[in-house]
């Protein structure tokens, strides 16, 4: 959780969460769940609030020396320059349209894993995106027409646009990602090996779920299996002995 004040904030920890109350006992976290307050320094308003919530029995900590030390550590950040504001929730909504594939699946993957985990997407007919934007003051993404700013550039896909506009081109494993995704979504499988199985993946998807919201789960679990092998395992090849641990870890 990200306790700074919002109106100074530039960048963040990818995936932080920014608390729509102030009260942190309002946030309505599971206990299960341990929580990283940051500030800027790490003697701020994280420790009274990590304070306040281990007081209701929440597991929380404070991360050390703060935001600042995050930047120090030279560890990723996400740009929030183009994020739209917030609602009432505190969450940013989104809206496209229906049926989603490729990119309409990776534009929410990376919203929740990098810059917003509890954003809302709407699904709509194609026709309706806009005015739906509008009535719900909702930001469009992935629509053909020129004053939607998220959505394809010349040969590039809007996942391509959104690593650059949030700030991760030097996060290697999503500019990887930003390949496949390229090449399944412009039918270019040229351009990665893994395009084509992530099309096949893709249209399977769309075919064995008629509910947008279902499929977009679903699809979330493929990114995320995805990311973890652009960022952890491109030189492993498969064999009988992956990834079985030793004795002692076992054992641990």
Request: with cysteine; glycine share 6%; charged share 25%.
């Amino acid at each position: 959780m990200d306790v700074r004040e919002p109106l100074q904030l530039t960048d963040a920890i990818p995936g932080s969460r920014f608390p729509a109350q102030p009260d942190p006992l309002s946030w309505g976290f599971d206990r299960r769940t341990p929580v990283v307050v940051v500030d800027t320094d790490g003697t701020g308003a994280a420790v009274s609030t990590a304070a306040v919530l281990r007081s209701d029995g929440y597991v929380a900590e404070v991360l050390d020396g703060g935001f600042k030390a995050w930047l120090a550590a030279g560890l990723p950040t996400v740009l929030l320059t183009h994020l739209p504001p917030r609602h009432g929730d505190g969450r940013t909504w989104w809206v496209t349209r229906a049926r989603p594939k490729v990119d309409r699946i990776a534009f929410p993957w990376l919203i929740r894993r990098f810059v917003d985990p509890d954003a809302r997407f709407l699904f709509v007919a194609p026709a309706e995106v806009l005015a739906v934007a509008a009535r719900e003051h909702t930001e469009p993404f992935e629509v053909t027409d020129d004053g939607v700013f998220w959505s394809h550039r010349e040969e590039r896909c809007t996942f391509d646009l959104m690593v650059k506009a949030f700030g991760l081109v030097e996060h290697e494993p999503l500019v990887r990602l930003a390949t496949i995704i390229r090449g399944a979504d412009t039918d270019r499988l040229d351009l990665a090996p893994e395009a084509a199985g992530l099309l096949a993946i893709s249209l399977g998807l769309s075919r064995n779920h008629a509910d947008d919201h279902e499929q977009l789960d679903a699809g979330m679990a493929i990114y995320d299996a995805l990311y973890r092998w652009a960022r952890d395992a491109r030189g492993e090849r498969h064999n009988w002995a992956s990834h079985q641990p030793s004795r002692a870890t076992a054992l641990a």
